[in-house]
Antibody
Framework: QVQLQESGPGLVKPSETLSLTCTVS????????WTWIRQPPGKGLEWIGN???????NYNPTLKSRVTISVDMSKNQFSLKLSSVTAADTAVYYC??????????????????WGQGTTVSVSS | DIQMTQSPSSLSASVGDRVTITCRAS??????LNWYQQKPGKAPKLLIY???NLQSGVPSRFSGSGSGTDFTLTISTLQLEDFATYYC?????????FGQGTKVEIK
């Protein structure tokens, strides 16, 4: 079955760029939406943005000026870049597949496969 | 953005209890509503999609209902493994938004 694995530095300095990669195994990245979500310590889930395999993207307006999500089809990977980070960006970062699920005569999207999450701390 | 509001924020219950969690959307989202379960240190898990459809492999004691702006997640007979935090999430549009979570604790 499809599995996701996040990778990247666990520590980033303030004002620098956070870069994470999600590797998709057991299936092709050439379908579905691919998503980044984060969870600050002790808090709830925040949607960062998603990408369709074709390359089209949607971003959370609160982060849009700092976020880039991209895909590398040859490696079956997608990536997150978050620039000008501060301590408020310290969180567990998850990648997830947002699959289209047939129901009630239509298609509905749900995050049905998740990576295990990676902790990123922003500190000097 | 669509705001999702869950209630209660936390609850205490015993094994065998019936538990109900409510989620309200700030605008009509039809049935574009998902529920997730998250245990400490783990990634969330999709339980219910399209408001009332059980994801494959999820026990039938979980059920969802609602449409428009008001939704409910029900656990018919609470089991030990169900103590966790539950989140609703709208998939009506982007940005996707989550409720703040409901922590189900052992009484």
């Amino acid at each position: 079955q499809v599995q996701l694995q996040e990778s990247g530095p666990g520590l980033v300095k303030p004002s620098e760029t956070l870069s994470l990669t999600c590797t998709v195994s057991g299936g092709s990245i050439s379908s579905h939406y691919w998503t980044w979500i984060r969870q600050p310590p002790g808090k709830g889930l925040e949607w960062i943005g998603n990408l369709y395999y074709s390359g089209s993207t949607n971003y959370n307006p609160t982060l849009k000026s700092r976020v880039t999500i991209s895909v590398d089809m040859s490696k079956n990977q997608f990536s997150l870049k978050l620039s000008s980070v501060t301590a408020a960006d310290t969180a567990v970062y998850y990648c997830a597949r947002e699959g289209a699920i047939a129901a009630a005569g239509g298609y509905y999207y749900g995050m049905d496969v998740w990576g295990q999450g990676t902790t990123v701390s922003v500190s000097s | 953005d669509i705001q999702m509001t869950q209630s209660p924020s936390s609850l205490s219950a015993s094994v065998g209890d019936r538990v109900t969690i409510t989620c309200r959307a700030s605008q009509n989202i039809s049935t574009y509503l998902n529920w997730y379960q998250q245990k400490p240190g783990k990634a969330p898990k999709l339980l219910i999609y399209a408001a009332s459809n059980l994801q494959s492999g999820v026990p039938s004691r979980f059920s969802g209902s609602g449409s428009g702006t008001d939704f409910t997640l029900t656990i018919s007979t609470l089991q030990l493994e169900d103590f966790a935090t539950y989140y609703c999430q709208q998939s009506y549009n982007t940005p996707r938004t989550f409720g703040q979570g409901t922590k189900v604790e052992i009484k």
